[in-house]
Structure formats: structure tokens, C-alpha cells
């Protein structure tokens, strides 16, 4: 007796229409794993793309999982939204008072999302996943012991899961194998 099983694909093609934070993908390839010529969504894979903020000719995306994912994948899921897209970097401190707001908006987990900041050997310390070095800006990094595996960064929450304590947007240093369901992606506006 022969089993027929019906996949459903998932597009959001057009969701960002409105934002030019849209998928640089076509045929909304990135979503998903690819099996030869075709792509399939698996649930659970990064959604919530309506998440989205324009700033300063670039797109942030807040993304969620269903589980929680480490620094890396959440990394390279940002890779797979855009060309040129990674884990925020944030050089000001308006442009950490939007990737807080956006996370404390839309973050309804309260989980503290990946942001980009790395230690880099490359560079030497910490850096952005998009290569560049901390510069002027990294007044909301707390004090990091050394030698302790502490070498990515998220957004703070204070442990206490409450939206007030969220708006603090202080970065936090964790293991980079840590997990979590959340994390804001970056990318330049084309």
C-alpha cells in the first residue's frame, strides 16, 4: 500500500515590501534546507520576519526560534536572510537604544537575543561579526573576566524577564555555545 505524504512550503515572499528589509534570496531560497533544486521549510526554522526596523540606510530584524539556537547558528542564520546580512552590530547609542526597543517590542520570550559582539583573534579583543572592531562605542559591555569562555554577546535582561529590565540594553558576555530562541539580525538596505 503506497503512503502519499503532502508537504506545505512556507513563503514570505513580500512581507517586507513595505520596509525594503526583504529578502535578498530569490525564490526565497535561503529559508530552509535545500535538497537539490528545491527548497523545504522546516518548522522551527527562523520566523517572524515582520519583526523588522529600518534605520540609517540598514534592516534589523528581530528572529525567533522555537528552540534555543548558540551564537554560531544564529550567526548563520543571519548569513541566510541577506547577502550581507550577520548578527547587529551596534556603534552608537541610538543604535542600541533601537535594537533594545525593537527586542523588547517584539520579544515576547523575554529572552536575551544574540547581538554581534565577539572576541575576536583576528582583531585581537572583541569585534562585530561583520569585521569590524569595537570602536567608540562599547560603554554597554560589563566587565569580562578573562579567560572565563565568555565571548559573544547578548543583550541583557537582567535575568529577570520583565520589559522594564529589558530597556536597560546593557550587553552581556556568555559562552558562545549558550542557547537562546532569539536573536536581532543587521543588514545595509540595497
Known amino acids: 500500500m503506497r ?10 515572499i513580500g512581507i517586507f515590501a513595505n520596509t525594503g528589509c526583504g529578502n535578498d534570496y530569490p525564490n526565497n531560497q ?21 519583526n523588522s526596523e529600518t534605520w540609517k540606510a540598514t534592516c534589523y530584524l528581530l528572529m525567533t526560534e522555537d528552540i534555543g539556537i548558540t551564537f554560531w547558528h544564529a550567526e548563520g542564520k543571519c548569513n541566510h536572510w541577506a547577502k550581507d546580512g550577520h548578527l547587529a552590530s ?13 527586542a523588547a517590542k517584539k520579544n515576547i ?29 562599547a560603554g554597554y559591555l560589563t566587565n569580562v573576566p578573562a579567560g572565563q569562555g565568555l565571548n559573544c554577546l547578548q543583550l541583557s535582561s537582567n535575568n529577570n ?7 536597560l540594553g546593557k550587553w552581556i558576555a556568555k559562552n558562545c555555545e549558550t542557547t537562546s530562541k532569539v536573536f536581532v539580525c543587521k543588514k545595509p538596505l540595497m
Open 3 to 12: 503512503k502519499w505524504f503532502l508537504f506545505l512550503t512556507y513563503s514570505v
Open 30 to 50: 535561503n529559508f530552509g534546507y535545500r535538497f537539490g533544486y528545491s527548497t523545504y521549510y522546516r518548522p522551527g526554522y527562523a520566523r517572524n520576519f515582520n
Open 90 to 102: 551596534i556603534r552608537s547609542e541610538e543604535e542600541n537604544k533601537l535594537v533594545t526597543d525593537l
Open 109 to 137: 520570550d523575554k529572552e536575551q537575543p544574540w547581538i554581534g559582539g565577539m572576541i575576536s583573534e583576528v582583531v585581537g579583543g572583541w569585534a562585530w561579526t561583520d569585521f569590524d572592531p569595537f570602536a567608540d562605542f
Open 161 to 167: 524577564n520583565s520589559p522594564a529590565d529589558f530597556k
